[in-house]
């Protein structure tokens, strides 16, 4: 999927913006004590007041355009920003629009 069609929707764009300061827009992780590796999807349910379904469907799209990466701790997955693929992304519409 196309990162602009990902970013059509507000709440894929709020989780990023979440994801961009974890630790200000999400409580402290019970079973790891750092966001090193994102934050964990349950967090970002709550958030967003969303269906687990709603917030996994959105989560798969944004990781299929390369915009999060998952890391997996035991049963929970969690998610943090590809810094990479954003500013590359930013940087071609800079210098196509």
Same mark, same amino acid.
């Given at each position: 999927m196309e990162i602009s069609k990902v970013l059509a929707n507000q709440t894929r764009v709020r989780i990023l913006k979440?994801?961009?300061?974890?630790e200000s827009n999400f409580p402290p992780h019970q079973d790891i004590d750092h966001? #090193? #590796?994102?934050?964990?999807?349950?967090?970002? @349910? #709550?958030?967003?007041?969303? *269906? @687990?379904?709603? $917030? *996994?469907t959105y989560l798969t799209s944004m990781q299929n355009a390369d915009l999060i990466?998952?890391?997996?701790?035991?049963?929970?997955t969690y998610y943090r920003r590809n810094e990479?693929? $954003?500013? *590359?992304?930013?940087? *071609?519409? @800079?210098?196509?629009?």
């Open positions: 979440w994801l961009k300061d974890p966001f #090193d #590796d994102g934050v964990c999807v349950g967090y970002i @349910q #709550d958030k967003a007041g969303l *269906s @687990q379904s709603t $917030i *996994s990466i998952p890391t997996r701790h035991g049963k929970w990479e693929v $954003i500013k *590359s992304y930013i940087k *071609s519409l @800079q210098q196509n629009l």
